[in-house]
Every structure is written in C-alpha cells, then in structure tokens.
C-alpha cells in the first residue's frame, strides 16, 4: 500500500511529548498535520519544540534549512476540536485514562467521516473496554510509539477483537511508510514490550533483595555480559522508580496478580520515601554534581591454573569453548557433561538454575557455576559463584583462570539463576507466552523487543542460540526454589521435546 501523503490530512490529539513527537514523524513524511491539546499554550510549545529539533539536525546537517521548512508548514495548530473533522487518521496521546480517552473518541465520531482511522498511542489500557463505547469499534486501532518517538524505530500495531484486520493492515503499511518497524499485537495488558519487559526488572530487585549481587554489580553483568546498553537499575532511575512501580503493578492487577509479575517491597520502600530516581535526586543511585559514581568491585587479581579438562567440550557453549580453546592454557578433552575441570578438583559449569551449592552434592565435587554471556568471547565481563563450600584456593584458580584470558571477573553470593541466566531465561518465557496466547508472533516479538527497548538480541532468538532444553531446565530447576513464577511454558516445553 502507498498513499499519497500531502492528501492524507493526520490529526494528532495531545501535545506532550509524544504528540509532538508522533506529529513531526508524520509531517516528516509529508502528511499535513494538524496538532490539538486542550491547553493551545501547550500546543504552540509543541510546534516550538518541533522547530528547535529541527534546526539541530540543520545544525548537524541531517537535513536542509529547505527541508525544516516544508515539514513545519506541514503542522498546524487546531484550537478546538471540530477542526480536525476533515483528519483521515487521528492519533491520539493523551492522558493514560479510560474514561478520558473514550470520551474524547466519542465525540470524533461525531466530527469525522465514518471511515476515518481512530488510533490510541495507548501503552498498556485495553482496547476491547476503550472500544466499548464506540459506534464503529472496528475503527479503533493502536499505534503504540516509544519515547522519542522520531527515535525509536518501533510501532506496535494493536488489535481489539473487533479492528477490521484490513484496517490494522493498513495502518501496519502507513508505519512503515513513515520509516518505522511495525508489529502486529492483539490487545492485552502491556501489549509485547511492557509485558516481556517485565522480567528485565523484576529479577534484578529479586536477585538484590537476596542478597546474590548489590545494583552496580548487576547493571555491570547486564551491560557486559548480556550486552545491554543500560542496566535494570540505572533504566529505572531514568524510568523513575515511581512509574516503573506503577507499570508493575498495573500489569500484575490485570493478569490476577500471578507471581510473575509480582512487584517488589523494595522498590515500593524507594518510592514511598521520596526516592524515584534520577528526578529526586536519589533512587537506586545519587546523583548530583558532587556524588561519585559507584564503581563495579571486581575480583583481585589471581594466579590462574596452567592446564585444565574440559569433560564433554561440545556440550559448552559455542563461544565459551573458542574462548578456552584460543587461550595458552594445556588442554585435555574428554567424554562427560560440559564440565572444566581445574587442577584443584573443582568444577566449572555453566549456570542451570540449580545453586553451586546443590550442583555440588550432585557432582561430588566443589562447584563454581559460571553465569551466561551473550557471547563469552567478546563479553569483557565473566560471573562466578562458588559452592558455599567450596574452598579459596579453588575459587582464586577459576578467577585466575579468565583473568588470564583477558576478562573482569565478578564473583556472586550462590543464589539459584545467578544474574543473566535467570533473568533470559525468564524474558524468554515471557515472550514465548505471548506467542503461545497469539498476541503476537515469535517474529514480532523479538523485533519489538529489539527496536522497542534495544535488546541486543530478541529473547526467542536467545532462545535458540542457548538451546531450548537448557532454558526449560534452567526455568524448571528455579521452580523447584522459588515456585510458580518460574513455571515453563507449554510453547517452551514442547519446542524442548520436539
């Protein structure tokens, strides 16, 4: 589908933030754009604040002074609603309540021609209750954009049951249109990347909460290891502890409170005192000009063995074995289970859920479990977490070991998971349920996931590269610890068998 934008008039309802910014994408694109708030002064600070970024990619030479002009005659201020009446796509962003938001579609039914689009930029209100009130439900279609929306590549497409799916279609071809990458999604709470998010957060406050690692150490692991450009705590400070505690709790309220989404006493203690992160000054972090940045404590350095076993090195990860094998080390191979074996007699082994502790009865002999990396070989950062038992000289020879190979090492209390593995493990099962319910395809998922809240990788596409049996024991093995919030997917579990 191509249509011919200087004739397809768009109106953008609210001013904010991401009007504004929904209001330049489509004025980029060619659209005349009529922008409205209830408040013009807010309306005119819009089209200003349009004009500046504008001139900084003039500044920048991004665009043409010629180019900043065409698209800012493309937007008009509207002073009162019934001057959008001639829109053939209305988006709205306006205030995340219902009832507002079912008004405010009531009466453009009444000003607009019955075929025009109603979308909601929506982040998580349900649009089968928003359509509810409607005349022409079918009519209603999220576009939901992410902050800075002229940034952020992503457009969740939603679905009610009753959007015409040749509506949905179009509006799909209209995003890509305007150079951003669409999914579809069927409306449920949090739609793809607020609900697969979930995890990202909640087992860094679980795995604090615990005692296993303090905030520096798991931003560092999930920045160095995962490849994440920021770590959960520095994101929710940015977030705000306060809105990123209200998503939660939404979202756990709307699945019945399943453990899964169960937000944490911690975060709430932060937020009912004050500290919401970088805009009070004080959350899981200070800040200020005065305040040093808190600083990863790695582990001091240690002498390393000068050979090693590797029982089973094809049930290693592929990268974690090109790592040992193109250091100096003397190295022996055997038959066994994906095991180094160090000239101590400890064990090395790669994180399935199970603590050192118990992978050490099992084994008969003292563990160090080893954490994930998205790939072993270019992570700067390697995790470890021995046995409670298990002695010094032996954890000094396994840190010693990955020092020699050019790696920061961090070492961790022995909880079950430990930092990356449980946490993939469980942004894996979240998305694989949203596949399973068919909110959205296993594609769409991990693109969401990607342009969405740039995760390195889509976590179905993780998935596979760790195995998917690895996940399913990783999941059930932190079940047998901690209950049904890690129950597994019957997706997960069956692509396993399969």
């Known amino acids: 589908m191509q249509i011919e934008s200087n004739n397809y008039p768009v109106a953008v309802l609210g001013a904010g933030t991401m009007g504004e910014g929904i209001a330049q994408i489509a004025a980029t694109a060619g659209h005349p754009v009529q922008l409205y708030d209830v408040s013009q002064k807010q309306t005119q600070a819009a089209v200003k604040n349009i004009a500046g970024r504008l001139e900084r990619s003039v500044k920048k030479e991004k665009i043409t002074e010629e180019r900043k002009a065409k698209i800012l005659a493309n937007i008009s201020a509207a002073s009162v609603l019934k001057e959008l009446a001639s829109a053939k796509l209305v988006i709205e962003a306006i205030i995340e309540d ?141 977030i705000g502890l306060d809105v990123n505690y209200a998503v939660t709790c939404q979202i756990w309220e709307s699945y019945q409170r399943h453990p899964r989404f169960a937000p944490s006493v911690l975060q709430k203690e932060l937020v009912d005192s004050g500290r919401l992160g970088r805009k009070s000054g004080q959350g899981f972090f200070e800040y200020g000009a005065d305040v040093e940045k808190q600083i990863t404590i790695n582990a001091p350095e240690s002498t390393g063995p000068d050979s090693l076993i590797l029982e089973g090195p094809d049930l290693l990860p592929e990268t974690l074995r090109k790592l040992i094998e193109s250091s100096a080390l003397k190295q022996e191979s055997t038959s066994g289970k994906g095991v180094i074996c160090l000239p101590s007699g400890a064990a090395v082994v790669c994180s399935n859920g199970k603590s050192s502790s118990e992978r050490s009865a099992e084994l008969g002999n003292e563990v160090i479990s080893l954490d994930l990396c998205l790939d072993y070989q270019q992570s700067s950062r390697i995790v470890l977490a021995p046995a409670e038992n298990c002695p010094e000289k032996a954890l000094q020879e396994a840190v010693g070991l990955f020092q020699l190979m050019g790696k920061q090492v961090s070492v961790l209390k022995d909880i079950p998971g430990m930092v990356l593995t449980r946490t993939v493990a469980m942004l894996a099962n979240e998305a694989s349920l949203l596949v399973q319910e068919e909110v959205a395809d296993a594609a769409g998922v991990n693109l969401a996931m990607r342009k969405g809240v740039n995760y390195p990788q889509g976590p179905l596409e993780w998935v596979e590269e760790w195995g998917i049996s690895s996940v399913v024991k990783t999941l059930d093995n932190l079940q047998q610890v901690y209950g049904e919030r890690y129950q597994c997917s019957e997706w997960l579990r069956q692509k396993g068998d399969s």
Not at 147 to 152: I, K, L, S, T
């Open 98 to 238: 219902l009832a507002i938001k079912q008004d405010v579609f009531s009466q453009l039914e009444t000003l607009l021609a019955e075929d025009a689009v109603l979308a909601t930029n929506t982040s998580s209100i349900d649009l089968n209750k928003m359509g509810s009130v409607l005349q022409r439900p079918e009519r209603l279609v999220g576009m939901h954009f992410f902050n800075p929306a002229p940034v952020m590549a992503l457009v969740e497409v939603v679905s009610s049951a009753a959007t015409n799916s040749e509506l949905a279609g179009f509006v799909f071809s209209l995003a890509e249109q305007w150079g951003k990458s669409p999914v579809h999604v069927r409306s449920s709470p949090g739609f793809i990347v607020n609900r697969v998010a979930r995890p990202f957060y909640s087992e860094a406050l679980k795995i604090i909460e615990e005692g296993g690692a303090d905030a520096v150490s798991c931003d560092a692991i999930m920045r160095d290891c995962g490849g994440f450009r920021m770590g959960p705590f520095e994101l929710i400070d940015l």
